[in-house]
T-cell receptor
Framework: DAKTTQPNSMESNEEEPVHLPCNHS???????IHWYRQLPSQGPEYVIH???SNVNNRMASLAIAEDRKSSTLILHRATLRDAAVYYC?????????FGDGTTLTVKP | EAGVAQSPRYKIIEKRQSVAFWCNPI?????LYWYQQILGQGPKLLIQ????????DSQLPKDRFSAERLKGVDSTLKIQPAKLEDSAVYLC??????????????FGPGTRLTVT
């Protein structure tokens, strides 16, 4: 089963960077790591994904450990609109498994 | 570009009744997913289609749930008969493809089902 481990909750202050960790110790060498986030009463929203190298897009950065057993989603300046549940997943044998994610609270 | 469309948005039924949900994926997306999300939990994959073939339905309760994807585009998920524990949000997602997760998934707004 492609299960990841994330902290249940994290807090951040507005305008500060946030580092959301994820462990995926059973990932294989060709499986991509994806991050999604879900705001209340909405479907999950794609944030970023990567394979081996660190990745950047307009929403966030993804730092992948050299052994690929963990990754970190980086929000460079958290805003109140970033308050959501963040899910880290990877695909194993064509199947992705969502855990319960990390609930991010952003304080003004 | 239009997103993933789902209908209805809300449905309330009594136990033992039937219900159907409809999903229209993003145009050109070969892979379609149905997820069940119970309050406070992450989405749980029920079934994954690649075009109109089933790739994974290992977590679909086949005695009561069925899904089809006609012509590799729209999809319908049916529950018959419904149980109280089926109360959840049913999410549809689509992606260009699914080789080892190289492509991101786009989710619809979901259908909130309440079984009384």
């Amino acid at each position: 089963d492609a299960k990841t481990t994330q902290p249940n909750s994290m807090e951040s202050n507005e305008e500060e960077p946030v580092h959301l960790p994820c462990n995926h110790s059973t990932i294989s060498g060709t499986d991509y790591i994806h991050w999604y986030r879900q705001l209340p009463s909405q479907g999950p929203e794609y944030v970023i994904h990567g394979l081996t190298s660190n990745v950047n897009n307009r929403m966030a950065s993804l730092a992948i450990a050299e052994d690929r057993k963990s990754s970190t989603l980086i929000l460079h300046r958290a805003t109140l609109r970033d308050a959501a549940v963040y899910y880290c997943i990877y695909t194993n044998a064509g199947k992705s498994t969502f855990g319960d994610g990390t609930t991010l609270t952003v304080k003004p | 570009e239009a997103g993933v469309a789902q209908s209805p948005r809300y449905k309330i039924i009594e136990k033992r009744q039937s219900v159907a949900f409809w999903c229209n994926p993003i145009s050109g997306h070969a892979t379609l997913y149905w997820y069940q999300q119970i309050l406070g939990q992450g989405p749980k994959l029920l079934i994954q289609f690649q075009n109109n073939g089933v790739v994974d339905d290992s977590q679909l309760p086949k005695d009561r749930f069925s899904a089809e994807r006609l012509k590799g585009v729209d999809s319908t998920l049916k529950i018959q008969p419904a149980k109280l524990e089926d109360s959840a949000v049913y999410l549809c997602a689509s992606s260009l493809g699914a080789p080892r997760g190289a492509y991101e998934q786009y989710f619809g707004p979901g259908t909130r089902l309440t079984v009384t």
